[in-house]
Structure formats: structure tokens, C-alpha cells
């Protein structure tokens, strides 16, 4: 095998954002995975890329720019990943959650971003199908949905136009360090490749890979879960969630929903979408269940349940199917897009949680620019891996 | 959550079969089926079973359905009618959508600390031209219409394939007062018992071998009217020139069946292609479990076979899910299930049966080379 500018490890939606963006700069880049491309957690997720429920400031921040990105790479790829900018509505099922929603959307509008509330009357309009009893809710028209696992191919097949080499079904053995810890190579199955600098966008695997260099990168597998329903006529035409959903995201404590016990035990929270296909896919569900990625009854009972309150007409759609994937959880629910500086060479960009495909575009281009030593698009100094080594002293 | 020492899916001969031998033994026993009747296929089987007097041979396929719900219901044994299951999940979760009283339905969970898999096999379909009309359909579903529901699926049908299930529901047919207008086959041998063919060509239905179906013609509604077959050449490809047309409204698919193998599959039970037994099944031992401990399977949904074979494969599986919940003592299970693997040697005899004889031991043996020994056999010799 030969020596590269830089080795991606994981295929995902963020590993081949990195690796299409080293390429753009003229980088020699190989892109590894132990799979297939989008193999992961990319392939079971849901399909959307939201600023509506992201923390007001540096998360908001990305996400937005993350969604410019991507309108930017839909038109410039030949590659088509689905990208359709259908807008986002956050519903607020009693007064407390509208007042708490129209201080958040307030908030984001100042920092000038397109959020605005709209009443009881306006969403009805928007959403005929929607249950009558709701308050109102954020009305985000930027946010998008696209193909997660499109997305990945996508940034591949380009990054390939630019000389980028991928390395599927290709096991990472040992990672090669020198005397001062700096980065030499990899030894794989596949034979030694030998680089200077590593990204490791393994996900939830990424600390299997950071034990190979040293480190302990504190991300958790943290499952979703979502239906898909038969094929159907068109009954939602919007991205929807229901505003406990943010909650639910951000474990607010002080938060309670006024939910059945199974709903509650499961921590579901609705939303739903309308795919190109036809089907309806509708979540969700969160919890740490390690690597085990397989249906739960229970699970499914209660978001079937939860997408029946918000959306009545459900109970005459069959479900077809659940599907579950595993996100890399971390516990400030901020990803990790930084160097090691225990490990010269050795570079992070992991632990998105559910916001990996939205986060994807702009990852990319920051750690690109990380790997250039160029100043980034944002202070980042938030997303740095160095805040859980100051944790563990 | 409701408890079942041991749930069955599927209330056809296997299932009866298991739900009957693990409820003697004292287990609580749930089956569970989606159809309207218990008895699986058998109630269809209005003919006489061939094979040893040991297996009930001259008794009809519905009357041995009879004597096993009869069996089922003195042993106590609770079957849901009406109910799918839709899915096993972890931790021995079995998912219902229960048929309640009014048509409705409700999604019940079952805690079951035994799994017996028994859904039986369905019908492999040929694809030609017009293949989704109206009137064309399995010969399985043909033989349904006749001898369960009383309604004939067209008046000229049209047969395609010569096994015993289409030799035997070709006759039934003209029982039943449809008028076969053609047997055609693709091989240039019957495949089914010549005594089958011999019947049916006596009572003047054409065979036509070497022959496939290319096309089924619709009439205004779309319902089938014609049937366009033709001569096929040694790589079963159609000879142009030799089409012929025949007068029809039903076209019944004999082309064998495939195992139902969705609920194996959901658990990820290892699994191993056999042609002899229909396709992809799950890997089973001597008690009739597959390599998810404590989910077992019997009859056609671990290769398609016959009735008695299903039945006496249920009796293991029973036994078995019974013996590893301590409800029956080790050497009396053992005993059992040695004499109905001797039986089971017995079925699967002469030109047909040995084939399945010896595609058995392959799969046993792919087992223990896969998944390992039975924990009850590594419990016995120590």
C-alpha cells in the first residue's frame, strides 16, 4: 500500500465530508472503512438537516451554516442526495410549551435567524391533517430534508472526482505512532498505509479507534428509533416535531409532558416526515441500549401511539416496519471536531448524536480547515477535544 | 404482560403436534394463527394420506386435522384464531395483532419462555406475461377455494406444474366441477407419483411436457381468458413457432413451496440453503432448535416436506421446549424423541423421501458444525 496527506477512518456522513474537503484542498486523501460506505449510523437515521431544534449560539450557528452547504453542494454535484428545503414546524401542545417555544424562536430571531411563531389557525392551514386541539408553533423555513445514506455517496462520488481513494471492508489493526507519539500509519487488513495525519469519523466506533492511539474518547451508542408506514397518500408536508421533542433531546429535567406511562418510559417524542418514496416516517425514540440496534415492541407501541396524538388520521395507516440505529451520544451534546494534542497528527470529528447528516457539510469544512492550520469558520474552541481531558483531572 | 411457558406460531399439524406434547407434559401452551380455522393446510387435504399404518396412512388429511384439534382441546391447549405474529423481539417477545370479537384488533405482547416456529411454507410463484391477472393465483389457494370455502376459482383452468400438488389438485378440481383444460409441464417427466398422473390423464385431462406458459390473455375486465403456452427446449426456453392457445379463466402455479422464514430471520437464527427443502432454512438440532437458544422450529417452515413429517417434527419440538423447562424428566424426553426420529426415518423413505433423509443429516450436521452441541445433550454426558 502507499503513504497519503491524510487518512479518513469511517464512511459515514461525516467521514466523507471530511475526506471530500480535504480533497478540494489538494490534499492525497484515503478514506477507510470497516464496512461498506454509509454502513453505520448514517443509514439509520432519519432526514434532516434542522436549525429549529438546535441550542440558541454555536450549535445554531453550524447548523445554519451546515444548510447553506448543502443547498450549495445540491447544485454544484452531479450526484443527486434528495436535498428539498420543505421547512420545519415545531407544534406546542399546551400554553406553557407555546410560551416556552416563542422565547426560543424570539431568541433565534435575534440572532437573525428565520424563525417565527404561528397560531392554532395558520397551522391547520399548513397541516391540515394535523390534530385540531394545538396551540400553535416555530415556523423554521429553511430547514431541510435530504437521503442520509444519498449524502454519503454523494460526498464520496465527488471527493473520488478529485483523487480521493476509499478502502471499504478494510479492518484498522493498529494505528503506527512515532517517538513523540506523532502519527506514522495504519496497519490494516488490507496491508500498512502509512500518513501523517489521521481524522477518525468513526462515530460510536471512534473510541475503538482512539484506543489505538491512546486516547479515551468519550462518546456512547445511543439508539433511535423510527417507524415507516405502507405507501401513502400525502397527509404531512412539512418536517414536524412536537416541541417536547427538544426537551426530550436535551434531558430537561423540569420538563414533563402530560403522556401515557409507555410514552413516558420510552421517552418518545413525535415527529414525522413524508419521504420521496411515499411512506411516512415517524420517531421517535432514544435510549442507551449499548450497540444493540434491534426493534423494541414497546418502543414502537409508544411511537405509534404519540404520532396518532399529533396526527389522528395514523391510526388507519399500516406500519410496515421499525428500524433502529445506534448515534455517537456525547454527554454535552456537542460534537467533537478538535486535534489531540497528546497525539500530533491525530484528529477528531465524532459524537454528533442525531445531528451528524445536519452537521455533515459544515464538519467537513472545518475540519478541513483544522487540518490546514487555517483560522475556522466559527471560534470552535467549544467543540475542542481537550474539555473532557480538563473533565478527568 | 401475559406469560406462556411456550408460544407456537402457527396451528397447522407442527404446531398442533407441539402445542399437544408440551401441554401433556404441563406446560401453558399458546398458538397462535392467522387464519379464521386451526388445522393449517390439512383441512384441504381431502385425500387420503399415503405411508405406514404408524402414520395414519388411508386417513384424509382433514380427519387427521380433526383428530389433532380434538387432541389440542383435551390437553388444554389456548389458540388464538385470527392473530399474526408481527414480530419476536428481544428478551422472547412475541408481538400479536390479536383478532378480537368485532374485527378489530389489538397489538398484545406475550412473554414466552419457549418460542416454537411453525409457519409452515408458501407458494413459489412463475412469472409470465400476465402473471398478476385476475384468476391466476397458487394451486395451494386454488385447492382452498374448492375444499375449505366451497367456491371453484374458474371454471377452465389451467394447471402449470406436474408434482403431487399439482397432479392431486388437478383432480379436485374436476371434483369440485371445473374442467382442466391442461396440465403443462416444463420437464419432460412427471414429477409428481405416476398412480397421481395416471388418474388424472384417465379422466382426459391434455398433458402437455416440455411446455411452459408465456402469456395469460385478459378480457375486458382484465380477468383471465386465454392462456398462451408453448414448447420449451432442453434450456427450458420457449420455441417460437410452437405457441398454441387455450381457452381459460384460471391459471393454477404448482411450482413448489418455499419455507416461511421471516420470524427465524428477525431473530437472526443461523441459517443454510437447501434445495431439497425448498431454499433458505434455519439450522436445527435433534430437538428441533435452532441456534437462538430456546426458539425452536418444525415442519415446512424448516423445509418443505409433508404432513406426517411436520407432525411428528412438532411432537419433538415440544417434547423438547418442555424438557429444557424441567417439565419432563431427561431420559423419558430422550426416549420420546428417539422413537419419532425413527419414525421420521421411516417417512422419509423411497424415491422422494430419501433425498429428504440425507438433506437432513446435512443440516444436522451443519448444526453442530455452526452453532455447536445441545445444551441437553452436553447436560447428559456430563
Same mark, same amino acid.
Given at each position: 500500500?502507499?503513504?497519503?496527506?491524510?487518512?479518513?477512518?469511517?464512511?459515514?456522513?461525516?467521514?466523507?465530508? +471530511?475526506?471530500?474537503?480535504?480533497?478540494?484542498?489538494?490534499?492525497?486523501?484515503?478514506?477507510?472503512?470497516?464496512?461498506?460506505?454509509?454502513?453505520?449510523?448514517?443509514?439509520?437515521?432519519?432526514?434532516?438537516?434542522?436549525?429549529?431544534?438546535?441550542?440558541?449560539?454555536?450549535?445554531?450557528?453550524?447548523?445554519?451554516?451546515?444548510?447553506?452547504?448543502?443547498?450549495?453542494?445540491?447544485?454544484? /454535484?452531479?450526484?443527486? /442526495?434528495?436535498?428539498?428545503?420543505?421547512?420545519?414546524?415545531?407544534?406546542?401542545?399546551?400554553?406553557?410549551?407555546?410560551?416556552?417555544?416563542?422565547?426560543?424562536?424570539?431568541?433565534?430571531?435575534?440572532?437573525?435567524?428565520?424563525?417565527?411563531?404561528?397560531?392554532?389557525?395558520?397551522?391547520?392551514?399548513?397541516?391540515?391533517?394535523?390534530?385540531?386541539?394545538?396551540?400553535?408553533?416555530?415556523?423554521?423555513?429553511?430547514?431541510?430534508?435530504?437521503?442520509?445514506?444519498?449524502?454519503?455517496?454523494?460526498?464520496?462520488?465527488?471527493?473520488?472526482?478529485?483523487?480521493?481513494?476509499?478502502?471499504?471492508?478494510?479492518?484498522?489493526?493498529?494505528?503506527?505512532?512515532?517517538?513523540?507519539?506523532?502519527?506514522?500509519?495504519?496497519?490494516?487488513?488490507?496491508?500498512?498505509?502509512?500518513?501523517?495525519?489521521?481524522?477518525?469519523?468513526?462515530?460510536?466506533?471512534?473510541?475503538?479507534?482512539?484506543?489505538?492511539?491512546?486516547?479515551?474518547?468519550?462518546?456512547?451508542?445511543?439508539?433511535?428509533?423510527?417507524?415507516?408506514?405502507?405507501?401513502?397518500?400525502?397527509?404531512?408536508?412539512?418536517?414536524?416535531?412536537?416541541?417536547?421533542?427538544?426537551?426530550?433531546?436535551?434531558?430537561?429535567?423540569?420538563?414533563?409532558?402530560?403522556?401515557?406511562?409507555?410514552?413516558?418510559?420510552?421517552? +418518545?417524542?413525535?415527529?414525522?416526515?413524508?419521504?420521496?418514496?411515499?411512506?411516512?416516517?415517524?420517531?421517535? %425514540?432514544?435510549? /442507551?441500549?449499548?450497540?444493540?440496534?434491534?426493534?423494541?415492541?414497546?418502543?414502537?407501541?409508544?411511537?405509534?401511539?404519540?404520532?396518532?396524538?399529533?396526527?389522528?388520521?395514523?391510526?388507519?395507516?399500516?406500519?410496515?416496519?421499525? %428500524?433502529?440505529? +445506534?448515534?455517537?451520544?456525547?454527554?454535552?451534546?456537542?460534537?467533537?471536531?478538535?486535534?489531540?494534542?497528546?497525539?500530533?497528527?491525530?484528529?477528531?470529528?465524532?459524537?454528533?448524536?442525531?445531528?451528524?447528516?445536519?452537521?455533515?457539510?459544515?464538519?467537513?469544512?472545518?475540519?478541513?480547515?483544522?487540518?490546514?492550520?487555517?483560522?475556522?469558520?466559527?471560534?470552535?474552541?467549544?467543540?475542542?477535544?481537550?474539555? /473532557?481531558?480538563?473533565?478527568?483531572? | 404482560?401475559?406469560? &406462556?411457558?411456550?408460544?407456537?406460531?402457527?396451528?397447522?399439524?407442527?404446531?398442533?403436534?407441539?402445542?399437544?406434547?408440551?401441554?401433556?407434559?404441563?406446560?401453558?401452551? $399458546?398458538?397462535?394463527?392467522?387464519?379464521?380455522?386451526?388445522?393449517?393446510?390439512?383441512?384441504?387435504?381431502?385425500?387420503?394420506? *399415503?405411508?405406514?399404518?404408524?402414520?395414519?396412512?388411508?386417513?384424509?388429511? @382433514?380427519?387427521?386435522? @380433526?383428530?389433532? $384439534?380434538?387432541?389440542?382441546?383435551?390437553?388444554?391447549?389456548?389458540? =388464538?384464531?385470527?392473530?399474526?405474529?408481527?414480530?419476536?423481539?428481544?428478551?422472547?417477545?412475541?408481538?400479536?395483532?390479536?383478532?378480537?370479537?368485532?374485527?378489530?384488533?389489538?397489538?398484545?405482547? !406475550?412473554?414466552?419462555?419457549?418460542?416454537?416456529?411453525?409457519?409452515?411454507?408458501?407458494?413459489?410463484?412463475?412469472?409470465?406475461?400476465? =402473471?398478476?391477472?385476475?384468476?391466476?393465483?397458487?394451486?395451494?389457494?386454488?385447492?382452498?377455494?374448492?375444499?375449505?370455502?366451497?367456491?371453484?376459482?374458474?371454471?377452465?383452468?389451467?394447471?402449470?406444474?406436474?408434482?403431487?400438488?399439482?397432479? !392431486?389438485?388437478?383432480?379436485?378440481?374436476?371434483?369440485?366441477?371445473?374442467?382442466?383444460?391442461?396440465?403443462?409441464?416444463?420437464?419432460?417427466?412427471?414429477?409428481?407419483?405416476?398412480?397421481?398422473?395416471?388418474?388424472?390423464?384417465?379422466?382426459?385431462?391434455?398433458?402437455?411436457?416440455?411446455?411452459?406458459?408465456?402469456?395469460?390473455?385478459?378480457?375486458?375486465?382484465?380477468?383471465?381468458?386465454?392462456?398462451?403456452?408453448?414448447?420449451?427446449?432442453? &434450456? *427450458?426456453?420457449?420455441?417460437?413457432?410452437?405457441?398454441?392457445?387455450?381457452?381459460?379463466?384460471?391459471?393454477?402455479?404448482?411450482?413448489?413451496?418455499?419455507?416461511?422464514?421471516?420470524?427465524?430471520?428477525?431473530?437472526?437464527?443461523?441459517?443454510?440453503?437447501?434445495?431439497?427443502?425448498?431454499?433458505?432454512?434455519?439450522?436445527?438440532?435433534?430437538?428441533?432448535?435452532?441456534?437462538?437458544?430456546?426458539?425452536?422450529?418444525?415442519?415446512?417452515?424448516?423445509?418443505?416436506?409433508?404432513?406426517?413429517?411436520?407432525?411428528?417434527?412438532?411432537?419433538?419440538?415440544? !417434547?423438547?421446549?418442555?424438557?429444557?423447562?424441567?417439565?419432563?424428566?431427561?431420559?423419558?424426553?430422550?426416549?420420546?424423541?428417539?422413537?419419532? =426420529?425413527?419414525?421420521?426415518?421411516?417417512?422419509?423413505?423411497?424415491?422422494?423421501?430419501?433425498?429428504?433423509?440425507?438433506?437432513?443429516?446435512?443440516?444436522?450436521?451443519?448444526?453442530?458444525?455452526?452453532?455447536?452441541?445441545?445444551?441437553?445433550?452436553?447436560?447428559?454426558?456430563?
Amino acid at each position: 500500500m502507499k503513504a497519503y496527506d491524510v487518512v479518513v477512518i469511517g464512511a459515514g456522513a461525516i467521514g466523507t465530508s +471530511v475526506a471530500y474537503h480535504l480533497c478540494e484542498k489538494g490534499y492525497e486523501v484515503a478514506l477507510i472503512d470497516h464496512g461498506d460506505i454509509a454502513n453505520g449510523s448514517s443509514s439509520h437515521c432519519d432526514a434532516v438537516a434542522l436549525i429549529c431544534d438546535k441550542q440558541p449560539g454555536l450549535d445554531t450557528q453550524m447548523g445554519a451554516a451546515s444548510i447553506a452547504l448543502y443547498k450549495e453542494l445540491a447544485a454544484k /454535484f452531479s450526484y443527486d /442526495f434528495e436535498f428539498d428545503q420543505k421547512g420545519c414546524l415545531y407544534v406546542c401542545e399546551t400554553e406553557s410549551e407555546y410560551e416556552a417555544a416563542s422565547a426560543y424562536a424570539n431568541r433565534q430571531a435575534q440572532d437573525g435567524y428565520d424563525m417565527s411563531m404561528v397560531d392554532a389557525k395558520t397551522l391547520a392551514e399548513m397541516e391540515p391533517y394535523l390534530a385540531k386541539d394545538l396551540i400553535g408553533g416555530i415556523w423554521t423555513p429553511g430547514d431541510a430534508a435530504m437521503s442520509p445514506y444519498k449524502v454519503c455517496f454523494a460526498f464520496t462520488e465527488e471527493a473520488k472526482k478529485l483523487g480521493l481513494k476509499v478502502y471499504t471492508y478494510c479492518s484498522i489493526q493498529k494505528i503506527l505512532l512515532g517517538e513523540k507519539n506523532q502519527v506514522e500509519g495504519i496497519e490494516t487488513d488490507q496491508g500498512t498505509i502509512y500518513t501523517k495525519k489521521i481524522i477518525n469519523c468513526a462515530g460510536v466506533w471512534a473510541p475503538d479507534v482512539g484506543k489505538m492511539a491512546g486516547i479515551e474518547i468519550p462518546i456512547q451508542p445511543r439508539k433511535g428509533m423510527n417507524l415507516i408506514s405502507e405507501k401513502t397518500k400525502r397527509i404531512v408536508w412539512h418536517k414536524i416535531l412536537e416541541f417536547g421533542y427538544m426537551m426530550s433531546k436535551f434531558d430537561d429535567i423540569n420538563f414533563k409532558r402530560n403522556v401515557s406511562p409507555l410514552v413516558e418510559e420510552y421517552n +418518545v417524542a413525535f415527529n414525522i416526515e413524508y419521504t420521496n418514496d411515499s411512506n411516512i416516517l415517524l420517531g421517535g %425514540y432514544r435510549g /442507551f441500549r449499548g450497540f444493540d440496534a434491534r426493534s423494541e415492541i414497546e418502543a414502537m407501541k409508544a411511537i405509534a401511539e404519540r404520532g396518532m396524538r399529533f396526527f389522528p388520521c395514523l391510526k388507519d395507516i399500516n406500519c410496515i416496519r421499525s %428500524y433502529a440505529g +445506534v448515534r455517537p451520544f456525547v454527554v454535552d451534546h456537542l460534537p467533537i471536531v478538535s486535534d489531540v494534542e497528546a497525539v500530533p497528527g491525530f484528529y477528531i470529528a465524532a459524537g454528533h448524536e442525531g445531528d451528524g447528516i445536519c452537521l455533515s457539510p459544515i464538519t467537513g469544512k472545518i475540519m478541513a480547515q483544522v487540518v490546514a492550520g487555517e483560522k475556522t469558520e466559527f471560534d470552535i474552541s467549544k467543540l475542542k477535544f481537550s474539555r /473532557f481531558e480538563k473533565n478527568v483531572l | 404482560m401475559i406469560e &406462556k411457558d411456550v408460544v407456537i406460531v402457527g396451528a397447522g399439524p407442527a404446531g398442533l403436534a407441539a402445542g399437544i406434547e408440551a401441554s401433556k407434559a404441563g406446560a401453558n401452551v $399458546l398458538i397462535i394463527d392467522l387464519n379464521i380455522k386451526p388445522g393449517g393446510q390439512l383441512f384441504k387435504q381431502i385425500h387420503k394420506f *399415503f405411508g405406514s399404518s404408524a402414520h395414519r396412512s388411508g386417513t384424509r388429511g @382433514m380427519d387427521i386435522g @380433526m383428530l389433532l $384439534l380434538r387432541e389440542a382441546e383435551e390437553n388444554g391447549v389456548e389458540i =388464538w384464531l385470527k392473530s399474526t405474529v408481527i414480530g419476536l423481539f428481544p428478551g422472547n417477545k412475541v408481538a400479536v395483532e390479536k383478532g378480537l370479537e368485532n374485527e378489530a384488533k389489538e397489538v398484545v405482547t !406475550i412473554l414466552a419462555k419457549k418460542i416454537i416456529v411453525a409457519t409452515g411454507a408458501s407458494e413459489n410463484v412463475v412469472r409470465f406475461k400476465g =402473471w398478476t391477472k385476475p384468476g391466476v393465483m397458487g394451486a395451494g389457494a386454488a385447492q382452498t377455494m374448492i375444499n375449505v370455502n366451497h367456491v371453484k376459482p374458474g371454471e377452465k383452468v389451467v394447471m402449470l406444474g406436474s408434482g403431487n400438488v399439482g397432479l !392431486i389438485v388437478s383432480y379436485q378440481l374436476m371434483q369440485a366441477g371445473c374442467d382442466v383444460v391442461a396440465l403443462v409441464e416444463a420437464a419432460p417427466k412427471i414429477g409428481g407419483y405416476a398412480v397421481h398422473a395416471a388418474k388424472i390423464r384417465r379422466a382426459g385431462v391434455p398433458i402437455y411436457m416440455k411446455h411452459t406458459i408465456i402469456e395469460a390473455i385478459g378480457d375486458e375486465t382484465d380477468c383471465v381468458k386465454e392462456v398462451v403456452i408453448a414448447e420449451v427446449d432442453d &434450456k *427450458f426456453q420457449p420455441i417460437s413457432g410452437t405457441e398454441k392457445v387455450i381457452e381459460a379463466d384460471c391459471v393454477a402455479i404448482a411450482a413448489g413451496l418455499k419455507p416461511t422464514v421471516e420470524l427465524t430471520r428477525l431473530l437472526n437464527c443461523e441459517f443454510t440453503f437447501n434445495g431439497v427443502f425448498g431454499g433458505f432454512i434455519p439450522l436445527h438440532n435433534k430437538n428441533m432448535e435452532t441456534s437462538v437458544e430456546g426458539v425452536y422450529v418444525a415442519g415446512d417452515a424448516t423445509g418443505v416436506e409433508e404432513a406426517n413429517t411436520a407432525l411428528e417434527e412438532g411432537r419433538i419440538a415440544g !417434547i423438547a421446549a418442555a424438557q429444557s423447562l424441567s417439565l419432563i424428566a431427561d431420559k423419558e424426553a430422550e426416549e420420546k424423541k428417539d422413537a419419532i =426420529w425413527k419414525r421420521l426415518e421411516m417417512l422419509r423413505l423411497g424415491p422422494f423421501g430419501e433425498r429428504r433423509l440425507s438433506a437432513k443429516e446435512v443440516v444436522l450436521a451443519e448444526y453442530l458444525n455452526k452453532v455447536g452441541m445441545p445444551q441437553a445433550e452436553i447436560k447428559l454426558k456430563g
